[in-house]
């Protein structure tokens, strides 16, 4: 997702004083000539509510997009206004430093993006930005997959590839909208909302477990790749992509507010982990006509059932028989 769909999100919602909200109005009519006749008006708006979280976002984007002194002071008002930080002041806060301080975006921010997009999240995604994650994975996996969890799976758009595969299939997101429109589809056995940055811990639970654009929204990945090795059975897969980046970092905070990784860092982090890891470059979407390039990993947890990534299949293919013995295909269960 781009910076300009993040700012889909409302920030000039009613403040609750007229007068301040009509203060709001008029520094909104003198951008983009006047940005500093503008950040003197939100500033005496606040003077008259200064719990309003939205007004100091947009305090600080107006002075961080002019140059302004003080962005940083706003953003950090709109945090203590809004502590769950539903707007990501702290990530407009961070990209006006060096390093960003957080290792990962805020749960309440990531999940009202993800609700307020859902409806038209497809048809921006797939249609205009030419998204293809999923099927650059699904495209090195080999059939069966067993049981497979989605994570961040949104409205499908990779389980839709998964299905075939798969004797049970899983989703988890964040974004009850998004669970919404994957429902729909009718695809998945049962859907959850889960934080993926707060998950409690799995034991070997999972033959195939994929993350298709997700860890954009991550920044340290430690904890998720920890908990992955811990869910998935001896010899099982881990697929997922991210945003890449050719630094010294382990990850950094884009303009667009995703992270972006780096190659040499994951790989180390998936050997640590136990993982056999195969990585490779393409273009995962575009962004205001240019490519966003990002890496395919897929990787193996050590153990049992060796050969999962180049078409020994023996194991899943028992592990999928007595799946389907119990009849796990077909039951839906839906957690909103």
Not at 12 to 41: K, Q, T
Not at 294 to 317: M, N
Request: proline fraction near 4%.
């Amino acid at each position: 997702m781009s910076s300009s769909e993040i700012a889909m999100i409302p920030v000039l919602m009613s403040s609750g004083d007229l007068i301040a909200d009509r203060r709001a109005d008029y520094a909104e009519a003198l951008l983009p000539d006047d940005p500093a006749a503008a950040s003197e008006l939100y500033a005496q708006a606040l003077e008259l509510v200064p719990g309003w979280a939205a007004g100091w976002f947009r305090l600080g984007e107006i002075r961080a997009e002019a140059g302004l002194d003080g962005a940083a002071e706003a953003f950090e008002a709109a945090i203590a206004a809004d502590p769950a930080d539903r707007l990501g002041a702290s990530l407009r806060r961070d990209l006006l430093r060096d390093r960003s301080l957080a290792d990962a975006m805020p749960s309440a921010f990531v999940e009202t993006l993800f609700d307020q997009y859902a409806p038209g999240f497809e048809e921006a995604l797939v249609e205009k930005l030419d998204y293809r994650a999923p099927q650059l994975l699904v495209a090195e996996l080999v059939q069966p997959f067993g049981r497979v969890l989605d994570l961040g799976c949104g409205t499908g758009l990779m389980g839709v590839e998964l299905r075939e595969g798969a004797a049970w299939l899983e989703g988890w997101d964040i974004s009850a909208e998004m669970l919404r429109e994957a429902e729909a589809k009718g695809i998945y056995d049962r859907l959850e909302k889960r934080d993926l940055s707060a998950l409690e811990p799995a034991f070997e639970a999972w033959d195939l477990i994929t993350a298709a654009d997700v860890f954009a929204y991550l920044g340290a990945l430690e904890q998720i790749v920890g908990w992955v090795a811990a869910a998935l059975v001896p010899g099982g897969r881990f697929a997922f992509t991210v945003e890449a980046h050719d630094g010294a970092e382990a990850y950094v905070l884009r303009e667009s507010r995703r992270y972006a990784h780096a190659e040499t860092h994951l790989n180390a982090l998936l050997t640590e982990a136990g993982f056999e890891t195969r990585i490779r470059r393409a273009v995962l979407r575009r962004d205001r006509g240019a490519p966003i390039e990002g890496l395919v990993v897929q990787a193996r947890k050590s153990g049992e059932a060796q050969g999962l990534l180049s078409g020994d299949t023996r194991a899943l293919e028992d592990r999928e028989g007595a799946l389907r013995g119990q009849g796990a295909k077909g039951i839906v269960e839906a957690h909103h």
